[in-house]
């Protein structure tokens, strides 16, 4: 049973430690260690494999399967002007989703082993560990698994012609996403509005994780009223 006197050791795999925190998981995820180095999450090689990522993989792969999904729509007789703005469309969907997933999925409140296990595979690794390097972006393998869902909704919902370029202007939005978000963490942007979204970004890990979910840009926490205080005024 779960006792909040667990410690968890950092030099053994982490996967399955973090479950028996119980209650005092959100507070240990929270507390951040800013370190370059990759922890351990499994014993196992194979599966640990799986959980490292460099972010350059993103767009290789994702990008010309992006380019290949709004060429099916072309083909299927949907004008070029018509592709460019569906995909417009899908990546302005896409930073709706980014959002969502990252305020009540990534953030979702967890208390039980496997809830707390879940969780750290998914976001809290990220929160824990903000520097790694390796565990920044999403693994392809599980990207692909996602899309089938996505893709069945989307069929679901749009016209023939105009899904499959639906799809790839959410991957677009997907892979500006993570790039960002890698780029976030790792560059060191001077001025302008990439400095802007760098501390924006870092408030959130830092200050108030509980505000500032957007990642490519602050919109939607404007439109839910989700934007963090500013640097001064008192946090709720």
């Keep these: 049973m779960a006792t909040k006197?667990?410690?968890?050791?950092?030099?053994?795999?982490?996967?399955?430690?973090?479950?028996?925190?119980?209650?005092?998981?959100?507070?240990?995820?929270?507390?951040?260690?800013?370190?370059?180095?990759?922890?351990?999450?499994?014993?196992?090689?194979?599966?640990?494999f799986f959980t490292r990522?460099?972010?350059?993989?993103?767009?290789?792969?994702?990008?010309?399967?992006?380019?290949?999904?709004?060429?099916?729509?072309?083909n299927m007789g949907l004008p070029p002007s018509e592709v460019a703005a569906v995909v417009v469309g899908g990546i302005f969907m896409w930073t709706l989703l980014e959002y969502t997933l990252h305020r009540f999925l990534f953030h979702i409140k967890t208390t039980s082993y496997w809830g707390n296990t879940f969780h750290y595979l998914i976001h809290g690794c990220h929160h824990k560990h903000p520097m790694d390097g390796l565990r920044?972006?999403?693994?392809?393998?599980?990207?692909?698994?996602l899309l089938v869902p996505l893709w069945n909704l989307i069929k679901l919902l749009a016209p023939q012609a105009i899904a499959p370029a639906l799809l790839a202007g959410g991957l677009f939005g997907y892979v500006m996403y993570d790039c960002t978000h890698y780029y976030l963490h790792h560059a060191k942007p001077s001025k302008g509005y990439s400095y802007n979204l760098k501390r924006y970004h870092?408030?959130?890990?830092?200050?108030v994780h509980s505000k500032g979910y957007g990642i490519t840009s602050s919109f939607w926490d404007k439109v839910f009223r989700t934007l963090p205080p500013k640097f001064g005024e008192k946090k709720n």
């Design 5 to 48: 006197a667990f410690k968890v050791d950092l030099q053994k795999p982490l996967v399955f430690q973090v479950g028996q925190l119980g209650e005092s998981y959100d507070d240990w995820v929270h507390q951040p260690i800013v370190s370059k180095e990759t922890p351990r999450f499994f014993a196992n090689d194979f599966l640990e």
């Design 53 to 74: 990522t460099v972010w350059w993989v993103v767009p290789i792969i994702w990008i010309p399967f992006a380019f290949w999904l709004a060429s099916i729509s072309y």
């Design 136 to 145: 920044l972006v999403f693994p392809p393998l599980a990207t692909a698994i």
């Design 202 to 207: 870092m408030n959130h890990h830092f200050r």
